[in-house]
């Protein structure tokens, strides 16, 4: 993807005034007419600020355009970190095929590491994978925002296992009030009260009953 404000040579804050002026004065300075020693780079240096121009002194189109841009430079960074990430794994993964003064042999042969190695192993493993959830969240609300400014309706669907969890925990939550309900209608005091209270209930106590003989 190219970047217009480098075409131009302007700042990514800069306002419509400063690009136009700057606009004219590459075009001038660009133009195949201006450059007759070498007409095709004159031309292809031209077509490019004419393109850059065109789309940042359209308000909508930059708002666009800039939005594209910054999810470019969030995937850029989802990936740098993840290459990070990656490499910080690999000294561990090399000590473990290595011969190392805090390893010992066991009496069956391998080689087992002392408490320090899987202490520093786990923390890298947690390192690992919260910059790989912060990564893919800025990829994600970047992503989100660029769909937003551009007109798109985004709706978020919450992955599988969310959604699992959340069916799981609605069913916990039943399958509780069914218990409690059923250790208070046993209880012959609470008993005696709920069925006084069903006698005495008028519309309800005729509801229900009439809901009973037609099950």
Same mark, same amino acid.
């Given at each position: 993807m190219k970047n217009y404000y480098e075409i131009l040579e302007v700042n990514e804050k800069a306002s419509l005034e400063v690009i136009e002026r700057v606009y004219k004065t590459l075009a001038k300075k660009y133009h195949p007419d201006v450059n007759p020693d070498n007409p095709k780079a004159a031309e292809? $240096?031209? $077509?490019e600020i004419s393109e850059a &121009?065109? =789309?940042?002194?359209?308000e909508t189109k930059r708002r666009q355009y800039d939005s594209k841009l910054n999810a470019q430079r969030q995937a850029q960074q989802v990936s740098s970190m993840r290459a990070s990430s990656s490499s910080m794994q690999s000294p561990y993964r090399a000590s473990t095929t290595s011969s190392s003064p805090y390893s010992r042999p066991s009496p069956y042969g391998a080689r087992t590491t002392t408490s320090s190695s899987s202490s520093q192993y786990s923390d890298l493993e947690r390192t690992r994978k919260m910059q790989e959830q912060m990564a893919q969240k800025a990829y994600n609300d970047a992503y989100i925002r660029a769909m937003k400014d551009?007109? &798109?309706? =985004? =709706? &978020?669907?919450k992955p599988l296992k969310e959604r699992l969890k959340s069916y799981w925990l609605i069913t916990k939550v039943i399958f509780t009030l069914i218990i409690v309900c059923v250790i208070l209608w046993h209880i012959p005091f609470v008993h005696d009260w709920i069925m006084d209270w069903y006698e005495g209930s008028g519309p309800f106590k005729a509801f229900f009953d009439e809901f009973l003989s037609r099950i």
């Open positions: 292809e $240096k031209f $077509k &121009y065109e =789309v940042l002194s359209d551009m007109g &798109y309706n =985004v =709706v &978020y669907e």
